[in-house]
């Protein structure tokens, strides 16, 4: 597909009648589900259910505790651990959704059940670049989440009026956690207006803040601490700053889904710096989460070096070496390409 960067809202007409005529529906959403990712995943299943239809949202893999607290999080299937029912499901599916995200390499296993599925598949997404899987494409890689796109995609399916608190509160979730609180330049007027409307029907906006961000466990904390003090490096000549954690110092800190949620923008906060990295040492792997500012974009960065992508200001990838090589690595293009 040729299309890298605005809307491509795909007849609008063919997807309503087939939501109509269909009855199982899949929601599934990319691995290490974020707040958007779980957000707009429930926001949809729930407007869906009202609708009468039968909707099962399969993820990947497990998502932060931070998340739990949102409407229709428990009936959530996950693959890697509930492999057979997810099949089953997608197997019977007439619809499958694809939320937040642009291509199959981003669902792990996931990928095979909907390769194999003659499902109509529809995504709703903000990447850029979105890979030729699916019939239809809902998508705006301006937007800045996928939650303020499932609201107008809601809008289009002329549906606002079913939006209740619990859709709502999903919807507030994403929006939030992908605009950093409502400050990243992908935050618009429209953005506010939809922020307003979930008000007026409801949803708490201080609850949704504090359940995600003052939700830490004290070993999170102190792993912080010690990321700052003594895992930054900081590459003043070049504007860029990274952090790098080993699997045995994130057991020393109980480590846990989510706890380096938000890290790697506190090296990008520094004064001065332009573009920044987290490494981690995973059990098979090394992920990289990268950030930027200004008139510098990573999701070139993490094509070209990390088998990754994302978005201009904030992408990740994945390195199969030591993580010794991944840092020399990624200061290789720190000092090369700022
Ligand atoms: P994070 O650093 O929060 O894990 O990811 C930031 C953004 O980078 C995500 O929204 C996603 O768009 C993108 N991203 C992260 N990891 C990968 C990856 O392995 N492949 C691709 N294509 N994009 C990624
Ligand atoms: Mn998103």
Same mark, same amino acid.
Request: charged share 25%; hydrophobic share 40%; with cysteine.
């Given at each position: 597909?040729?299309?890298?960067?605005?809307?491509?809202?795909?007849?609008?007409?063919?997807?309503?009648?087939?939501?109509?005529?269909?009855?199982?529906?899949?929601?599934?959403?990319?691995?290490?589900?974020?707040?958007?990712?779980?957000?707009?995943?429930?926001?949809?299943?729930? $407007?869906?259910?009202?609708?009468?239809?039968?909707?099962?949202?399969?993820?990947?893999?497990?998502?932060?505790?931070?998340?739990?607290?949102?409407?229709?999080?428990?009936?959530?299937?996950?693959?890697?651990?509930?492999?057979?029912?997810?099949?089953?499901?997608?197997?019977?599916?007439?619809?499958? $959704?694809?939320?937040?995200?642009?291509?199959?390499?981003?669902?792990?296993?996931?990928?095979?059940?909907?390769?194999?599925?003659?499902?109509?598949?529809?995504?709703?997404?903000?990447?850029?670049?979105?890979?030729?899987?699916?019939?239809?494409?809902?998508?705006?890689?301006?937007? @800045?989440?996928?939650?303020?796109?499932?609201?107008? $995609?809601?809008?289009?399916?002329?549906?606002?009026?079913?939006?209740?608190?619990?859709?709502?509160? @999903?919807?507030?979730?994403?929006?939030?956690?992908?605009?950093?609180?409502?400050?990243?330049?992908?935050?618009?007027?429209?953005?506010?207006?939809?922020?307003?409307?979930?008000?007026?029907?409801?949803?708490?906006?201080?609850?949704?803040?504090?359940?995600?961000?003052?939700?830490?466990?004290?070993?999170?904390?102190?792993?912080?601490?010690?990321?700052?003090?003594?895992?930054?490096?900081?590459?003043?000549?070049?504007?860029?700053?990274?952090?790098?954690?080993?699997?045995?110092?994130?057991?020393?800190?109980?480590?846990?889904?989510?706890?380096?949620?938000?890290?790697?923008?506190?090296?990008?906060?520094?004064?001065?710096?332009? $573009?920044?990295?987290?490494?981690?040492?995973?059990?098979?792997?090394?992920?990289?989460?990268?950030?930027?500012?200004?008139?510098?974009?990573?999701?070139?960065?993490?094509?070209?070096?990390?088998?990754?992508?994302?978005?201009?200001?904030?992408?990740?990838?994945?390195?199969?070496?030591?993580?010794?090589?991944?840092?020399?690595?990624?200061?290789?293009?720190?000092?090369?390409?700022?």
């Amino acid at each position: 597909m040729i299309f890298h960067q605005g809307f491509l809202f795909d007849k609008m007409d063919e997807i309503k009648a087939e939501l109509k005529k269909s009855n199982s529906i899949v929601i599934t959403t990319h691995k290490s589900p974020d707040g958007d990712a779980i957000g707009s995943s429930l926001a949809l299943y729930h $407007f869906l259910k009202k609708e009468g239809k039968d909707v099962t949202v399969v993820v990947p893999d497990a998502f932060p505790d931070f998340l739990n607290w949102m409407d229709g999080c428990d009936k959530i299937v996950y693959y890697d651990t509930q492999t057979k029912l997810a099949n089953e499901i997608i197997g019977k599916s007439e619809v499958i $959704f694809s939320l937040d995200y642009n291509s199959l390499t981003r669902i792990s296993d996931l990928r095979n059940p909907i390769e194999k599925s003659n499902a109509t598949k529809i995504v709703i997404d903000h990447h850029q670049d979105p890979k030729d899987f699916a019939n239809h494409y809902f998508v705006d890689t301006n937007s @800045c989440s996928t939650c303020q796109l499932i609201y107008e $995609f809601i809008e289009k399916l002329e549906g606002l009026d079913k939006i209740d608190k619990a859709i709502g509160e @999903c919807i507030y979730c994403g929006i939030m956690t992908d605009t950093g609180s409502f400050r990243y330049p992908s935050t618009t007027s429209k953005t506010h207006q939809i922020i307003a409307h979930l008000i007026d029907l409801g949803v708490e906006n201080s609850k949704i803040h504090q359940a995600v961000y003052d939700n830490s466990s004290e070993h999170r904390l102190r792993l912080l601490g010690y990321a700052l003090t003594k895992k930054m490096v900081v590459l003043s000549e070049h504007k860029a700053a990274y952090i790098s954690l080993s699997e045995e110092e994130l057991k020393r800190f109980s480590f846990k889904i989510g706890d380096v949620e938000g890290l790697v923008n506190y090296a990008l906060s520094i004064n001065g710096i332009k $573009f920044a990295a987290l490494i981690i040492e995973k059990e098979d792997m090394i992920s990289l989460s990268l950030r930027s500012k200004g008139d510098f974009y990573v999701n070139k960065i993490a094509n070209n070096h990390f088998n990754g992508g994302g978005h201009i200001y904030a992408a990740g990838g994945m390195l199969e070496t030591s993580l010794e090589e991944a840092i020399i690595r990624l200061e290789t293009v720190m000092k090369t390409n700022i």
